[in-house]
């Protein structure tokens, strides 16, 4: 069975630091890219990095780039994003997705809470 | 980047009625568009991608049509458990973007 164990999420001031973390399992990791994905409270879905299955090439979303930086382990399975410089309109879920093979998203994890407030 | 959007933002339906969502790209995306559904405190699920292929287990009901700017998901006949929100995805250029959702709720 699939799964994503996302963590690290949590309540922190702006301009602060969080680095999720996400455990895969139950597939292959190192064959596919992974990407995260968040969703403010009550609102639509946004897409946020991407990385390729090697950990060579990464992309970011304009409110990403230069403040996130998505990196993976694979000997561990694992995805991650460091969030730097932390903005209150970072507060979201944040999903650990897997890529399809071609930048759809056909695996989701449950997602972590980031809560960016004074 | 690309903007997509989706209408109506609220569909108001009953159950056995054709549902008919749109998603419409600011520029051409060619067939590179995928559709999700997301259930209340449920995670998005993949229904179609490439504007018109059936993603793993996705009932026959709901398809997918479209391309360039213009797409649509259609649900044949709604069900209850299709209630949800609904929402567009392009893959042709990063940065990857979604649309806004469209909400199927019960009339």
């Known amino acids: 069975e699939v799964q994503f164990l996302e963590s690290g999420g949590g309540l922190v001031q702006p301009g602060g630091s969080l680095r999720l973390s996400c455990a895969a399992s139950?597939?292959?990791?190192?064959?596919?890219?992974m990407s995260w994905v968040r969703q403010a409270p009550g609102k639509g879905l946004e897409w946020v990095s991407a990385?390729?299955?090697?950990?060579?090439?990464?992309t970011y979303a304009a409110s990403a780039k230069d403040r996130f930086t998505i990196s993976r382990d694979n000997s561990k399975n694992t995805l991650y994003l460091q969030m730097n410089s932390l903005r209150v309109e970072d507060t979201a879920l944040y999903y650990c997705?897997?890529?399809?093979?071609?930048?759809?998203?056909?695996?989701w994890g449950r997602g972590t809470l980031v809560t960016v407030s004074s | 980047e690309i903007v997509l959007t989706q209408s109506p933002a609220t569909l108001s339906l009953s159950p056995g009625e054709r549902a008919t969502l749109s998603c419409r790209a600011s520029?051409?995306?060619?067939?590179?568009l995928a559709w999700y559904q997301q259930k209340p405190g449920q995670v998005p699920r993949l229904l179609i991608y490439?504007?018109?292929n059936r993603a793993t287990g996705i009932p026959a009901r709901f398809s997918g049509s479209g391309s360039g700017t213009d797409f649509t998901l259609t649900i044949s006949s709604l069900e209850p458990e299709d209630f949800a929100v609904y929402y567009c995805?392009?893959?042709?250029?990063?940065?990857?973007?979604f649309g806004g959702g469209t909400r199927v709720e019960i009339k």
């Open positions: 997705v897997k890529d399809m093979r071609n930048w759809y998203f056909d695996l």
């Open positions: 990385i390729l299955d090697n950990g060579v090439g990464t």
């Open positions: 520029q051409s995306v060619s067939s590179f």
């Open positions: 139950g597939f292959t990791f190192s064959n596919y890219a």
């Open positions: 490439d504007a018109s």
């Open positions: 995805q392009h893959r042709i250029n990063w940065p990857l973007t």
